[in-house]
């Protein structure tokens, strides 16, 4: 079956511009993750969803950043006014009804470069 | 807080040899712990996991992993090792009645040379 996939799978941006990022999960998972991986470094928690709403989004670094998951299905990750920080590898993941048991299952990522 | 460490940066091992990678971990309550791989520009796969039972957890493509309590520790293994699997391998952890967020180690990259 279809896993979870991403778009675009890289992103070059200037300083200051507004991006979106997608992440379609595995049809029928209700919980998505967003997650970013700098460069050797293991992937940083951002923003949980079940559902529709955001059930835990201490990840996100600052205001700037910001998801919705309108539909309870695909997820779009919004970063305003982006810094060269910024830049790094954003993974979503998607699991079944919430238990923390079960595994999530990533995409293979948007590169995200600010320049 | 929780953390994972993953105290080796990389592993290096023979083909056919048995490899380990290691991964300790810290959380208040009890563990949930998961070892996933990524290969070069691929997403995370899952390996396998932890979540009660057997401390011996065996997953996909041959590997396994040891849960021990007293040492806090959750080591990967596989008993003959193959080029293969030459890719970085993450630890991760979630602790039971937080949220669902994990949280990685930083990644050991394994290399088996023929």
């Known amino acids: 079956g279809a896993g979870v996939s991403q778009t675009p799978s890289n992103k070059v941006t200037e300083k200051g511009k507004y991006v979106e990022l997608r992440c379609d999960p595995i049809?029928?998972?209700?919980?998505l993750y967003w997650y970013r991986q700098s460069l050797g470094q293991g992937p940083e928690f951002l923003i949980y969803?079940?559902?529709?709403?955001?059930?835990?989004d201490s990840g996100l670094p600052n205001d700037r950043f910001f998801a919705v998951r309108p539909e309870g299905s695909v997820s779009t990750l919004k970063i305003q006014r982006t810094e060269r920080g910024d830049s790094a590898v954003y993974l979503c993941?998607?699991?079944?009804?919430?238990?923390?048991?079960?595994?999530?299952?990533f995409g293979p990522g948007t590169r995200l470069t600010v320049l | 807080a929780q953390s994972v460490a993953q105290p080796e940066d990389q592993v290096n091992v023979a083909e056919g040899n048995p490899l380990t990678v290691k991964c300790t971990y810290s959380?208040?309550?009890?563990?949930?712990l998961f070892w996933y791989v990524q290969y070069p520009n691929r997403g995370l796969q899952f390996l396998l996991k932890?979540?009660?039972?057997?401390?011996l957890v065996k997953g996909s493509y041959g590997f396994e992993a040891e849960f021990n309590k007293s040492q806090t520790s959750f080591h990967l293994k596989k008993p003959s090792a193959l080029v293969s699997d030459s890719a970085l391998y993450f630890c991760?952890?979630?602790?039971?009645?937080?949220?669902?967020?994990?949280?990685f180690g930083t990644g050991t990259r394994l290399q088996v040379f023929p």
């Open positions: 993941a998607s699991s079944r009804a919430r238990a923390g048991y079960n595994e999530q299952f």
């Open positions: 049809s029928g998972h209700t919980a």
């Open positions: 969803f079940q559902g529709t709403g955001a059930a835990d």
């Open positions: 959380v208040s309550g009890n563990p949930y």
């Open positions: 932890y979540i009660t039972g057997d401390n």
């Open positions: 991760a952890v979630r602790e039971s009645g937080d949220t669902d967020k994990l949280i």
